[in-house]
């Protein structure tokens, strides 16, 4: 019998093991102590997937499991950086004259922030050594490169003096480099939610994020309270182990077949039509007359599901905040169908892992994150988490599919100093 693999969370704080893990391997690496430690959390988002580049709404939690940094800034501008994933291989890079897509594999995502910062101005920024721990797995949707790029965000802000991770409106331009880090260096096309959820999140609580172009701060993100123990309730993530990769062009593939769809319909993005479809008085009405006006089947498709998916996002507010679980979990179901059958971003992985959820008393079922492999999340009784995951555990096995991985989500904090 097959048993599934429960991630634990590497503690946090100035005392806690993963703190504790990536001083050391800094230490045995460059010969001498970090200038500090700092970490960011993954993220898994609830509800409102694929809409952050289509300026609409998402609702992501940060992760208890973290990424930490241990770091020194250097007097030069190269930069040297180790993983526990491979502690006997150093990387290397130099930050003069880099251009984008000048460092490939994982190096490229922490290179990467450090010439974002550098690319709009902030020329005190000079190369560093770090060593890299964590518990957020890897390539399972639940963004460790979001992770990874946040605390070297943070970091870099600590030790250069930069001056923007002490406010929630400073850490969007930390934020902004973490993005252009993987979109320009690492290849890999994000919108923006995942860094935002590493960098703004609360314990306890999700984000509710617009991600309409040209709002404040304040405006972008509200706090909204997630309290699953109250209502009697766990969240299980689960990382089906199907490999999640989203730079070989995808993801890039469905941006873009959203960007011409915006076109073709003459407006800046989708969130425009989705709140022209919410206000009016025949919803589903509206939806049908928008898409008749796309001649592209695939462009139909990818934009009936933006549409409801931004609309299931202050649905499921709704409901979680009345207590009404059962609403909550059909909205799950609601946008796992649409990413399966209208978003085509899902495996037979993922696919499996909600039938089995679903079959065997979940509320609802999604898959999380980008798609293509990755993470499935479902809202379950308190309890029920663990024999779950078994029993998905025992289907994939049945199938021939790799362990799956579980991983116990609670709301946790963002991006911080550690040590």
């Known amino acids: 019998m097959s048993t599934v693999e429960f991630v634990e969370a590497l503690s946090t704080g100035a005392k806690g093991q993963g703190a504790q893990e990536a001083a050391a391997l800094f230490t045995k690496t460059f010969g001498q102590a970090p200038s500090g430690v700092w970490s960011a959390p993954g993220r898994v988002n609830l509800i409102g997937e694929h809409t952050d580049y289509n300026a609409g709404l998402c609702l992501p939690i940060a992760l208890p499991h973290r990424t930490f940094i241990a770091l020194s800034p250097r007097e030069d501008t190269q930069v040297r950086i180790i993983s526990s994933f491979d502690p006997s291989k150093s990387e290397h890079a130099e930050l003069s004259g880099l251009q984008a897509g000048g460092v490939t594999g994982w190096a490229a995502y922490p290179v990467g922030v450090a010439w974002a910062l550098r690319q709009v101005g902030f020329d005190q920024v000079r190369g560093f050594d770090a060593a890299f721990v964590s518990s957020v797995p890897v390539g399972s949707g639940l963004s460790s490169s979001a992770a990874m790029t946040c605390s070297t965000a943070l970091a870099l802000d600590d030790v250069y003096g930069l001056g923007f991770g002490g406010s929630d409106q400073g850490r969007l331009r930390l934020i902004e480099a973490a993005i252009k880090s993987e979109n320009d260096m690492a290849g890999a096309s994000t919108g923006g939610m995942d860094q935002s959820a590493s ?34 309730l766990e969240l299980l993530v689960l990382d089906t182990q199907a490999f999640h990769q989203l730079n070989d062009g995808q993801y890039a593939a469905r941006r873009k077949s959203c960007e011409d769809a915006a076109a073709a319909l003459g407006v800046d993005n989708l969130r425009v039509v989705a709140d022209q479809v919410a206000a009016a008085s025949n919803p589903q009405q509206a939806l049908q007359e928008v898409i008749a006006k796309l001649s592209d089947p695939t462009q139909r498709k990818r934009v009936r599901h933006v549409i409801t998916e931004i609309g299931r996002v202050g ?52 898959m999380t994150g980008g798609g293509f492999g990755g993470s499935i999340i479902a809202l379950v009784s308190e309890g029920q988490a663990k024999p779950l995951a078994e029993q998905i555990a025992q289907e994939f096995e049945r199938k021939g599919f790799h362990q799956p991985r579980a991983l116990a989500a609670l709301p946790s904090s963002s991006t911080a100093r550690e040590a």
């Not at 405006?219 to 009697?232: I, M, P, W, Y």
């Not at 796992?336 to 679903?358: F, G, I, K, N």
């Open 199 to 232: 960098m703004r999140c609360q314990e306890g609580h999700a984000i509710l994020l617009d991600c309409r172009p040209g709002l404040s701060a304040l405006e972008s993100v509200k706090q909204v309270a997630f309290d699953l123990q109250s209502k009697g």
């Open 315 to 366: 649905e499921f507010i709704e409901a979680f905040d009345a207590g009404d679980i059962e609403r909550a979990g059909e909205l799950f179901d609601a946008s796992h169908d649409s990413l399966r059958d209208d978003y085509e971003v899902t495996v037979p992985e993922l696919d499996t892992a909600v039938e089995v959820a679903r079959a065997n008393g979940a509320y609802g079922a999604r």
